[in-house]
């Protein structure tokens, strides 16, 4: 098969599925939005942030509690306000693109000297 002369794929199934349909992999971007406002919350934190940090720092999981209206007994996590928010892998993406944006010289030393001279 060449992709290149025929880019799309058209897949043909004759018997019934027996596993569920897959999970939402694009984050809505409103859901993105609010994303994107709970990571800037964690200010200075930003910069070491990783999925397992922001999930176990209580002032990003309050905003989460804050956005979903949550009264759970257990603290909500990402995919509770999204499916696709249950890839780590898209989480982290979301992480870096904004610590891109924030530190655009990186967090090492060339960083620290572009924050406190530019």
Wanted: charge should be positive; glycine fraction near 6%; hydrophobic fraction near 45%.
């Amino acid at each position: 098969m060449d992709l290149l002369d025929c880019p799309r794929v058209v897949i043909v199934s004759q018997n019934p599925h027996s596993h569920p349909p897959p999970l939402l992999i694009k984050t809505p971007p409103s859901l993105l939005a609010i994303v994107r406002s709970l990571l800037l919350g964690l200010d200075w934190k930003l910069a070491d942030a990783t999925p397992r940090r922001i999930a176990l720092d209580s002032a990003f999981i309050f905003g989460l509690r804050k956005h979903l209206g949550w009264s759970g007994l257990r603290d909500p996590v990402l995919s509770d306000l999204h499916p696709s928010l249950g890839n780590l892998d898209h989480v982290r993406r979301y992480i870096n693109m904004l610590r891109n944006e924030i530190f655009p010289a990186g967090t090492g030393m060339e960083g620290k000297f572009h924050l406190l001279y530019w």
